[in-house]
């Protein structure tokens, strides 16, 4: 199609009806686009965006139904496809990312599922189900970028610090492993299909490519150091930008077939803005591409030579990236990427949040790239002495500009410092990236939160950060608790757990020893039970009518039949009479549940919720009473702003979904 | 000395008086080791081996006073320039992490030292310095490994997996950003030394160079995969002879002299046995070697020939991995690699857990590199039809074996893969680097533990690992716990605290208000204090006559004076007055401690320790009464054993030290 639309654009642009190729061109986008945008919108709305956000949410224990479903697999691969085919200024890397852990969880659940049947599973191991998933998923999202950028470590490292809430040596251990035969198998699948499957040339979709002699003088670190302080205010700028627009749609494109509109609109104003600037701008060079593969359009230009600019626009963004990083000095003027730069730079900050899955990585670097070549003309033109030496580098200024651009978005430092080395197989250039890296994010967190962190900041998800909020120290249980605590006796009627239940959106409760069965006296904590626990017991009617029989039992497997599948009590019948039955819940409570006293201060509760990955915790008097519950929300409540400078210490109001 | 060793050798070896320099040789290698010994024997016997266990132990929570002294660097760097000296079967990989603890630990507590003389540091900081110190070790750990080898991720992950007890985000990116500096700076130094400071071409001391075409075929994974049990039982016959030495020299050489006499005798014989050697085996070739600078001797050798095994033994141990890593086929006769291998072998055993310092990388790595050629002779043999391709891949062969033999004996798997791939800097050789290592390592751990656990366990630190013993679901908190309690009231005499002190070895008190005085009754929990705090109060004598006056007070600085200075009740004088006095402890009490009930189980309370990091815990009953402490060594003690497929815990008896 590219190729047709090619020898269209050569022949018109003679011939005079450039219209005809730009009508089909962008009619295409738009088309393309809206049917990816569809299959987000109507299949399953989590397949949006990056995907990074919510699987970051999700493996910090934030519950997000149908994140990992199929149908969200089929709108995340069909959509990111039809996105990149629309030409949107987007990449798919952090849908791979998605996609991966969706695949992993599938193989995580089949895996639970096996062993259920196969193996006389434990009590013990009865409840570690959601642990594993979340491994399988932390090391799906690590193979996905593995397989985008080559990079095994750098995509385990991804996984570990932007997506991993906990940390365990055997976790990394087999995220790393499944890491690195992604990217094998990657590397072996596209190198057969460019016909050389034994030489293993092609370790990811994304190549930054060998660069030839990466050195730097000490001279030029203050040049670097100024391009990482314009990448994060360009980062910044990015998201503060691409926070107000998702503000915006969150007010006014509620209706979905708005949102694919906004899709195929922003489709067809990319195509549109493309086609002007290849048309108006006149960037004909003689230099060859570096990339032998690359598309060439001739337009206007003379015989030997071809329209630079076109083939930034025709390429695929990984062609696009490679063009800027590697094209010999000269192939694209000042004022062409000056252009091009400012355009594709709010085409990206339209295009991501978009309702179309697609990723920011490759935008991020492409921007960078692009002013960082403009650095690399600066240089050339400052040091006229050194002309033909600084000439050799202007790709160098493009990669530290794409990786300050990068880091200015996203603030991830260690993942995208190894990502980008592994890329460039170059160790000793491995310090200025990351000491650029670092700077651009310091300029970025300064005015704003990174793109991921605004993207759930957003969305509402309570989220528990790594370290606990500054300033919270006279914060105390007491004032944090949901009190008077919900008990329930160790012996409960079925009547008053129903109404609890229906009534009620917490997901754990304190088990009590009542005495004679007067509730809140002298009844001290004996164990927790989980809705979940409730509603399968109440499905499998594990009750009777006098409080000391106990009719039926309920094996582990049930437990496990409904795991994942979010039972709700709306799902669960019980007739009139049940209501004056008795639920023994004694064999069913996990004992010794973790209980603070009231005085317990926030950032202590904090490092007992991460450190332990707990959900709820019960506050106890001094007798061993509840008075309280507090659950992960109630934490996630206190963000720390840090902004210009400033600490600031906000509530957030939760709903709950 | 070594050249002027070698025209000896080649000399003597014409005229027969080969004795003279086989004296010299072994003579200066004897007094050279005697000295290194002496050095960490009676300087700083903590400075023995390889240092790693000791960094691993200290980062879990083990108290090693001594390990980060000025003493212990200069015994730790002079002892390994000694043993290199002394010719040893040896490297300095384990030390160099080592010393780069102790000079981070250094620059660690000069911080905080200035900290607290410059900022007005609040109480809540008051107690983060032993985390702070923590966090320094494991960055000069890391950049320890990172300039031994020019590998800044491999290194920064060493550090994680082998070292490091607790992980965080932002511990891991400095512990990255200090791996990088040193990696830069050995670069920068190594390559001025050679004389092109701005080439950087040196990234760090060992060099496994680039390969120039490492790829592989799937016929050779069979061939990995036996290696990698080859390099498994291999490591694991290292680690169990080793630790029946290590135990032999426990029994039997306890005497300072002793020790240092057995480093004589170690020396002697190492150069005794290289000698005899060179002298009888017919190693003679004409082949280059890869090395343009590598020390080449002719002995009896023709003139177009040299000794290719005295090469081996003529060169630091670095640059005899560089040789049987990339010498060309033929250098090594398959008898001559045979030899050597095994004797290199039992001199590296008994060298390792000599009280000098000395590593255990490059001796692995050598060993493994050795039986690695050999396979890669056998492969040559085997397919005689594609010998000339075989005969270029002999290098490969010799990697694979340092790798699997390394995997055998330290068992780190992660750290290592990325330690390997970033000095070949192929990322596609990772994933049958990755899986050598992983079967090795396997097959190592049927047979035995790690060679650095191993000495843990030998030295009976209480170590914490990274999961609860298996087995132990039924162990109760009351089955670890120290009872009855030993609880201090908040207004205690001196008299008490003193007698406490002296008479029993416990780190931490629980506070209680007594009714009336009378000890044990009612008494609820109130709060938790340390000894050290107790010795600091007693020290400045906080007390007063009556029990409800309160006359001085101590100050947050105070505390920290005495930090890391570990008082002893000795060092404290109390008058037989003062005795009957009475201390107000409320101010100085750490408020809410963890408790937990006597029913809690031993998975739950190590991961209790382990995610929160504790020292102490304490046991309450259902009213808050104090009824037992726990502390980590309660919980160390319980070891499990999985050898040969079958699972044991054992309780181990750790004395206090």
């Not at 240089?379 to 050194?386: E, I, K, Q, S």
């Not at 005085?599 to 904090?606: C, D, E, H, K, M």
Request: with cysteine; charged share 20%; net charge neutral.
């Amino acid at each position: 199609m590219t190729l047709t639309c090619v020898s269209d654009l050569d022949r018109c642009s003679k011939e005079g009806c450039l219209w005809q190729p730009a009508l089909i061109w962008i009619g295409i986008n738009i088309v393309v686009t809206c049917l990816g945008s569809a299959l987000v919108v109507y299949l399953q709305p989590l397949a949006s965006g990056s995907g990074v956000p919510y699987i970051k949410s999700y493996l910090n224990g934030v519950k997000l139904p149908g994140l990992l479903t199929l149908e969200c697999f089929v709108a995340k691969v069909g959509g990111v496809v039809m996105s990149i085919l629309g030409g949107l200024a987007c990449g798919k890397e952090g849908p791979m990312a998605h996609s991966g852990s969706i695949i992993a969880a599938g193989l995580g659940k089949g895996r639970v599922r096996l062993l259920c049947k196969n193996k006389r599973v434990s009590a013990y191991d009865g409840f570690r189900d959601d642990h594993e998933i979340r491994d399988f998923v932390s090391g799906g999202a690590a193979s996905g970028v593995s397989a985008a950028f080559g990079a095994p470590v750098g995509g385990t490292l991804f996984s570990v610090e932007e997506a991993a809430s906990f940390w365990s040596q055997s976790l990394t251990w087999r995220v790393f492993f499944s890491a690195m035969i992604a990217c094998f198998f990657t590397n072996f699948l596209l190198s057969a299909f460019n016909g050389t499957p034994n030489q293993l040339s092609a370790p990811g979709l994304v190549r930054f490519d060998v660069f030839p002699n990466l050195k730097f003088d000490l001279i030029e670190i203050p040049v670097f150091l100024v391009m990482a302080v314009v990448g994060g205010l360009v980062g910044a700028a990015f998201v503060v930008l691409n926070y107000k627009l998702t503000v915006f749609r969150y007010r006014y494109i509620k209706l979905k077939w708005l949102k694919v509109a906004e899709a195929g609109l922003v489709a067809a104003i990319t195509g549109l803005a493309s086609f002007i600037m290849i048309i108006s701008l006149n960037s004909c060079t003689d230099k060859t591409p570096y990339d032998e593969h690359a598309v060439i359009t001739k337009m206007h230009c003379t015989d030997n030579q071809h329209h630079s600019l076109s083939t930034l626009f025709l390429a695929t963004p990984e062609g696009c990236l490679k063009a800027l990083l590697h094209d010999p000095f000269g192939s694209f003027g000042a004022v062409t990427l000056l252009i091009f730069v400012v355009v594709f730079f709010f085409l990206a900050v339209w295009t991501y949040g978009l309702s179309v899955s697609s990723g920011v990585f490759i935008p991020s670097l492409v921007i960078g790239a692009t002013w960082g070549r403009l650095f690399g003309i600066a240089v050339v033109n400052l040091f006229p002495g050194d002309r033909e030496h600084y000439e050799l580098e202007v790709g160098k200024y493009a990669l530290i500009g794409a990786a300050s651009q990068l880091g200015g978005v996203l603030r991830t430092t260690i993942s995208l410092t190894v990502i980008i080395v592994e890329c460039t197989g170059e160790v000793s250039f491995g310090l200025p990236i990351m000491i650029v890296l670092m700077i651009s994010k310091w300029v970025g967190d300064f005015i704003s939160t990174g793109l991921y962190d605004m993207n759930i900041e957003v969305l509402g998800l309570p989220l528990l950060p790594w370290d606990p909020p500054a300033l919270c120290d006279t914060i105390k249980a007491s004032d944090l608790m949901n009190a008077p605590a919900l008990t329930l006796n160790k012996v409960e009627k079925v009547g008053r757990i129903v109404e609890i239940l229906r009534n009620e959106t917490f997901c754990g409760f304190p088990v009590v020893n009542a005495k004679g069965r007067d509730h809140g006296k002298q009844s001290k904590v004996r164990g927790l039970i989980l809705r979940s626990q409730l509603l399968v017991l109440l499905k499998h009617k594990i009750f009777s009518p006098e409080s000391m029989m106990q009719p039926n039992t309920v094996r582990l497997k049930d437990f496990r039949k409904y795991y994942l599948q979010y039972l709700k009590i709306e799902d669960v019948e019980i007739s009139e009479e049940e209501m004056e039955y008795w639920i023994d819940l004694r064999p069913y409570v996990t004992p010794n549940p973790y209980t603070v006293e009231p005085t317990f201060s926030l950032p202590r509760l904090f490092r007992l919720f991460r450190g332990l990955g707990l959900r709820h915790l019960i506050v106890v008097n001094d007798v061993n009473e509840p008075i309280g519950m507090i659950t992960r929300k109630d934490l996630a409540k206190f963000r720390v702003e840090s902004k210009r400078g400033l600490v600031k210490v906000e509530q957030l109001n939760i709903e709950d979904k």
